[in-house]
T-cell receptor, first 111, second 112 residues
Framework: EDQVTQSPEALRLQEGESSSLNCSYTVSGLRGLFWYRQDPGKGPEFLFTLYSAGEEKEKERLKATLTKKESFLHITAPKPEDSATYLCAVQPPGGFQKLVFGTGTRLLVSP | ETGVTQSPTHLIKTRGQQVTLRCSSQSGHNTVSWYQQALGQGPQFIFQYYREEENGRGNFPPRFSGLQFPNYSSELNVNALELDDSALYLC???????????FGQGTRLTVV
């Protein structure tokens, strides 16, 4: 069964304190790995899609990387506005566009 | 803003009632997926519509049904509501190449 596990469940950082979030996955034939940011009560906001091991993508203070078993979301010098839940999802093989999500990492960045 | 809009934003229903949620997809996107997100959990795939046909379904009972219209907008219908149906319902739209899936702001459904 396709599975996504995110760690840690929650992370508290001081402003400027860099860290990484982990997403490990079990899926046969990964079509894509997605990262989203979600603010309380809102829909997920698309960040990145990664397709193959070794691929990296960056956006402002965020950088996502992918290996054959896991993905990391690196946050460099975070600011309080980066506080949110970060969701990882995989797209298994098949003819449709189902995403399998992890439970997310709740990030709190204190000033 | 993603261009994916959902309505209503909140609603409260009584157990046993029926509900219809609506989604307008982003311009140029012909595929709409629906997800259920319980509090503290990741979204769970309900089903997907492509060219007005359901072409993928998750582990949800038949009382969860949907429609897609020629303009690619979509509805999610839930019959015989149960307390456990209380959740944030999310709609996502994507284009033919599926490199990105954009979500709406969600509908918060409370069943009492």
């Amino acid at each position: 069964e396709d599975q996504v596990t995110q760690s840690p469940e929650a992370l508290r950082l001081q402003e400027g304190e860099s860290s990484s979030l982990n997403c490990s996955y079990t899926v046969s034939g990964l079509r894509g790995l997605f990262w989203y940011r979600q603010d309380p009560g809102k829909g997920p906001e698309f960040l990145f899609t990664l397709y193959s091991a070794g691929e990296e993508k960056e956006k402002e203070r965020l950088k996502a990387t992918l290996t054959k078993k896991e993905s990391f979301l690196h946050i460099t010098a975070p600011k309080p506005e980066d506080s949110a839940t970060y969701l990882c999802a995989v797209q298994p093989p098949g003819g449709f566009q189902k995403l399998v999500f992890g439970t997310g990492t709740r990030l709190l960045v204190s000033p | 803003e993603t261009g994916v809009t959902q309505s209503p934003t909140h609603l409260i229903k009584t157990r046993g009632q029926q509900v219809t949620l609506r989604c307008s997809s982003q311009s140029g996107h012909n595929t709409v997926s629906w997800y259920q997100q319980a509090l503290g959990q990741g979204p769970q795939f309900i089903f997907q519509y492509y060219r007005e046909e359901e072409n993928g379904r998750g582990n949800f009972p038949p009382r969860f049904s949907g429609l897609q219209f020629p303009n690619y907008s979509s509805e999610l219908n839930v019959n015989a509501l149960e307390l456990d149906d209380s959740a944030l319902y999310l709609c996502a739209s994507s284009g033919p190449s599926v490199t990105e899936a954009f979500f709406g702001q969600g509908t918060r459904l409370t069943v009492v």
